[in-house]
């Protein structure tokens, strides 16, 4: 059974770091692209950062500049480095695998921007 866990979330004061990790277990086979999502309350869930199988890697304009998508080479953990963290980036951001057969979601970890 595959799942993906979230950690490294947390309460961050504006113009910090964080770095959000996700690991899956299981097997999964014929992975096309890792990415993180955010949802903010009551606003719809977007895709943040996307790493594909093909080698490239896409941000939304949000974030550009300021965020990194990476994950190791055996496709198993998938990470996002975000710095100078603005109150807005606030929300509960969830790992994503998207592979042939199906796509895979964490249950997603908290991100809170707050002085």
């Known amino acids: 059974q595959v799942q993906l866990v979230e950690s490294g979330g947390g309460l961050v004061q504006p113009g910090g770091s964080l770095r959000l990790s996700c690991a899956a277990s299981?097997?999964?086979?014929?992975?096309?692209?890792m990415a993180w999502y955010r949802q903010a309350p009551g606003k719809q869930r977007e895709l943040v950062a996307v790493n594909t199988r093909g080698g490239s890697t896409n941000y939304a304009d949000s974030v550009k500049g300021r965020f990194t998508i990476s994950r190791d080479n055996d496709w198993k953990t998938v990470y996002l480095q975000m710095n100078s963290l603005k109150p807005e980036d606030t929300a509960v951001y969830y790992c994503?695998?998207?592979?042939?057969?199906?796509?895979?979601w964490g249950r997603g970890t908290q991100v809170t921007v707050s002085s």
């Open positions: 299981g097997s999964i086979f014929s992975i096309l692209a």
């Open positions: 994503n695998v998207n592979a042939m057969t199906r796509q895979y």
